[in-house]
């Protein structure tokens, strides 16, 4: 299983990024797929997450009404579009991959990507 994640970069408070992150080696529609993200010093927290069969989204409250979370099934992508970010939005974002219930525990995700930088500055 790989999970690619791109999309990362630079921007100014206010901006927006969209992260992509590309799947293969599993059935992608079966997994529920998430992101997380981990700040310098910082353990790696919960972002979104959208469950397998379509069976909707969550996320964390320090994000919500700003980023929004969705997937092709037919590309075997999960996207998280970042709108309004902020400088405390600045970490390395990972994407993750579950086999079962929809979960926002780290330690509950089989697969990871290698993570994207997100630099927001003020």
């Known amino acids: 299983v790989q999970l690619q994640a791109s999309g990362g970069g630079l921007v100014q408070a206010g901006d927006s990024l969209r992260l992509s992150c590309a799947a293969s080696?599993?059935?992608?529609?079966?997994?529920?797929m998430a992101w997380f993200r981990q700040a310098p010093g910082k353990e790696r927290e919960y972002v979104a997450r959208?469950?397998?069969?379509?069976?909707?989204?969550d996320y964390a409250d320090s994000v919500k009404g700003r980023f929004t979370i969705s997937r092709d099934n037919a590309k075997n992508t999960v996207y998280l579009q970042m709108n309004s970010l902020k400088p405390e939005d600045t970490a390395v974002y990972y994407c993750?991959?579950?086999?079962?219930?929809?979960?926002?525990?780290?330690?509950?995700?089989?697969?990871w990507g290698q993570g994207t930088q997100v630099t927001v500055s003020s």
């Open positions: 080696g599993l059935t992608f529609s079966s997994y529920t």
């Open positions: 959208f469950s397998y069969a379509g069976r909707g989204t």
């Open positions: 993750a991959a579950r086999s079962g219930p929809a979960s926002s525990a780290t330690k509950s995700y089989n697969y």
